[in-house]
């Protein structure tokens, strides 16, 4: 039906004459009848029959434009939650985001954007998906932190930072307190590492292959502290970002050139993205751009 119509039918039914509708509306008298008619027809029964010099609702009309105002007024929020939308000043941006960075990288980002933006709203999304790359091609993620590069897919990704990964050992443990070493020399210990799949999983034990380390796995655990708090227990050693580190373990820095992760940002290349969203993948761009990204490593 022709919402124009619909918002005549109810402003007349409510008292307003044609004349003054037309008037409001810039329309010709005529036109706002036939328009009126074509209505009624639409619903198959006369909804206004005149009255002296006004036109009063039937029962049916009556019955219609309870309806009716309902409707519009469900109409008229969704076009005003649109309009939010499309304002970048008071849009809302959804953000996923490896369980890793939650911690320090994506509260500095969001800090350091609601201070220019402070009415946009930014959803935080922990990321399920174990290859990390998959969120914003669907569902409510318009960016993503993601420490994995997408392949063959429309996603997008920049790279904000590169993080070193260092050794967490038990305090006084043999490995502490002799400087950086490489891998290799952690080849006989036990290890406690995070349940894959994860992004960071990957990054794990692709760095081990790389320098020939067969993992001897003691513990899984399901994220980084746990993991420390069984280093810290005696339970193995663990191979961790740098800015997870905590206090309770003595940290290895390693030697080895892969002992790095790169943090980026994911988009998709094909998905229309609001202007708020594009105004916080701005931001986040030009801050890793301009070296104000860092990490509180070790």
């Known amino acids: 039906m022709d919402t124009e119509a619909l918002r005549w039918f109810q402003q007349v039914a409510d008292g307003v004459t044609v004349t003054e509708v037309s008037q409001v509306e810039h ?3 005529p036109g706002l009848s036939r328009a009126l008619a ?3 027809a639409e619903v198959g029964t006369p909804l206004l029959r005149k009255q002296g010099r006004t036109l009063r609702m039937t029962e049916a009309g009556a019955a219609f434009k309870r309806r009716v105002d309902t409707a519009l007024h469900e109409l008229d929020d969704g076009l005003a939650a649109v309009e939010q939308l499309l304002d970048p000043e008071t849009g809302t941006v959804g953000v996923a985001f490896e369980r890793s960075m939650g911690t320090w990288l994506l509260p500095q ?3 350091g954007f609601h201070a220019d933006h402070p009415g946009v709203r930014v959803r935080l ?3 399920t998906a174990s290859s990390g790359t998959t969120q914003p091609d669907t569902g409510p993620v318009d960016l993503q932190l993601s420490s994995r590069r997408p392949t063959g897919t429309t996603l997008r990704w920049a790279r904000l930072l590169t993080e070193p990964l260092v050794l967490v050992v038990p305090v006084g443990h043999r490995l502490a307190g002799g400087g950086s ?3 290799a020399q952690a080849a006989s210990e036990q290890l406690v ?3 894959g799949p994860s992004p960071f999983r990957w990054s794990h034990d692709e760095l081990l292959a790389e320098v020939g380390v067969e993992p001897d796995v003691a513990f899984e655990a399901d994220d980084l502290a746990t993991v420390q708090g069984f280093v810290a227990a005696g339970l193995g050693v663990a191979l961790v970002p740098a800015s997870a580190v905590g206090d309770r373990c003595d940290v290895v820095g390693l030697l080895d050139r892969g002992a790095t992760r790169e943090l980026g940002l994911l988009w998709s290349e094909t998905r229309r993205m609001l202007p708020s969203a594009a105004l916080f993948r701005d931001h986040v761009l030009e801050q890793a751009r301009i070296g104000h990204l860092a990490a509180p490593f070790a």
């Open 27 to 29: 329309i010709s008298q």
């Open 38 to 40: 074509r209505l009624e």
């Open 109 to 111: 980002l969001v800090r």
């Open 125 to 127: 999304l922990p990321s």
């Open 181 to 183: 070493i490489p891998l």
């Open 193 to 195: 590492v995070v349940r």
